[in-house]
């Protein structure tokens, strides 16, 4: 379809300012993080490194970077493993109520995070008695790392053939080796950009972990939260912000290159 001149101009336009709509804020924040000022002053009075020497020393801040990091690694791992596995039983099986274990695969990601927080939060501290640690974390987190795992190999699996698993069969394999050797190779790149996106979705979250959290345990967002009214840790606050930033945007940016890369070369490709 050919689009008029006046069109592209509108849609530039509007593309700039949606960009602009996202991305200003975040801007500011970078702007702030080299400020010498202590609180929020715009413009900036001055500029200054100082508060990212601070940033790399405080010891609260290090430890909730690596509780997150330990989470989100540990959710994704969970969320890896079923969102695969109930990947390949919705698209690769026919059974009755297919389509509703689907819906409600990918339910918990539209669920409001507080409702989620407060239902697994009464089903651990009073339904099963649990106390509120990093398991209760790992296992909140993966209930919605699940959905973003799940989405991207049923869209893959949905796109492959399933020719070449039945033609492995027909030559004898058992079905761990198909899928070892068939089906993994062909839900790679679709399995690592689910991950990383997973892992992205975690290392993020605050409303749920703040109801799953145990007493004493921090992760970097709650840690931000927390700091984020004290005068003394603002400046902090926003190199903490900054850092985050980054760590969010490399495992999204992979993410999205490994899709796009998957769509230009077009379906499935057989193993070695």
């Not at 994704?76 to 695969?105: D, N, P, Q, Y």
């Not at 003394?232 to 969010?248: G, Y």
Request: net charge neutral; proline share 5%; hydrophobic share 55%.
């Amino acid at each position: 379809m050919r689009l008029s001149s006046g069109t592209h101009l509108l849609l530039r336009i509007g593309t700039g300012f949606t960009l602009a709509f996202i991305y200003i804020p975040l801007v500011i924040v970078v702007i702030y993080a080299f400020s010498e000022a202590r609180t929020f002053e715009w413009p900036p009075p001055g500029w200054t490194l100082e508060w990212f020497e601070k940033a790399l020393n405080n010891a609260g801040a290090r430890d909730a970077l690596w509780y997150s990091v330990k989470v989100g690694l540990l959710a994704t791992g969970v969320a890896m493993i079923l969102g695969t596995l109930a990947s390949l039983a919705v698209a690769r099986h026919r059974f009755f109520g297919r389509e509703t274990i689907s819906f409600l695969v990918i339910l918990p990601i539209a669920l409001p995070g507080i409702v989620t927080g407060i239902a697994l939060n009464s089903t651990f501290t009073q339904v099963l008695g649990i106390p509120l640690s990093i398991l209760t974390i790992v296992i909140a987190h993966a209930t919605f790392c699940i959905v973003v795992v799940y989405n991207n190999a049923v869209a893959r699996l949905r796109r492959m053939s399933s020719s070449f698993e039945e033609a492995s069969a027909d030559l004898g394999a058992t079905p761990w080796y198909t899928f070892r050797h068939v089906t993994l190779p062909n839900m790679r790149s679709a399995l690592v950009a689910g991950a990383l996106l997973a892992f992205a979705l975690s290392f993020d979250e605050i409303i749920v972990t703040t109801f799953t959290v145990g007493v004493g345990d921090e992760t970097l967002p709650i840690w931000i939260l927390n700091n984020f009214s004290r005068p003394n840790q603002l400046p902090i606050v926003n190199v903490v912000a900054v850092f985050v930033i980054l760590i969010s945007i490399i495992p999204v940016y992979l993410a999205h290159k490994l899709s796009s890369e998957v769509d230009a070369g077009g379906g499935a490709h057989t193993a070695p």
